[in-house]
């Protein structure tokens, strides 16, 4: 069984970055698919990008694209999203979750996600 714990959430200013991992200490998840999700509080969970694991494609939310990028190092069984650029509505629990399938589409959004993170805080202040 896949077991993620998220890790590199914090404050941040308006304008800036951080960086936060996903990483695996269960079963290999070099296979599947890692999704990044944020849920602010008072709103619903949002799907922010998924990676692949066949060729590292990547698909993103419209609120993020152009400022977050998702990467992996399946040798180190390790997720990233690199959030640039990073603004007050960022602010939320981030959470990383893997899937089955080996590729993302464009409505991951609906992929059976069954592996979970605890989440990562990230706040913005603008």
């Known amino acids: 069984q896949v077991q993620l714990a998220e890790s590199g959430g914090g404050l941040v200013r308006a304008g800036g970055s951080l960086r936060l991992a996903c990483t695996n200490t269960g079963f290999t998840m070099r296979y599947f698919v890692i999704g990044w999700f944020r849920q602010a509080p008072g709103k619903e969970r949002e799907p922010v990008s998924c990676?692949?694991?066949?060729?590292?494609?990547?698909f993103y939310g419209d609120s993020v694209k152009g400022r977050f990028t998702a990467s992996r190092d399946n040798e180190k069984e390790t997720g990233y999203l690199q959030m640039d650029n990073l603004k007050a509505e960022d602010t939320a629990v981030y959470y990383c979750a893997t899937d089955h399938s080996p590729r993302c589409t464009g409505n991951y959004a609906v992929f059976p996600f069954g592996s979970w993170g605890q989440g990562t805080q990230v706040t913005v202040s603008s």
């Open positions: 990676v692949s694991s066949s060729d590292n494609s990547t």
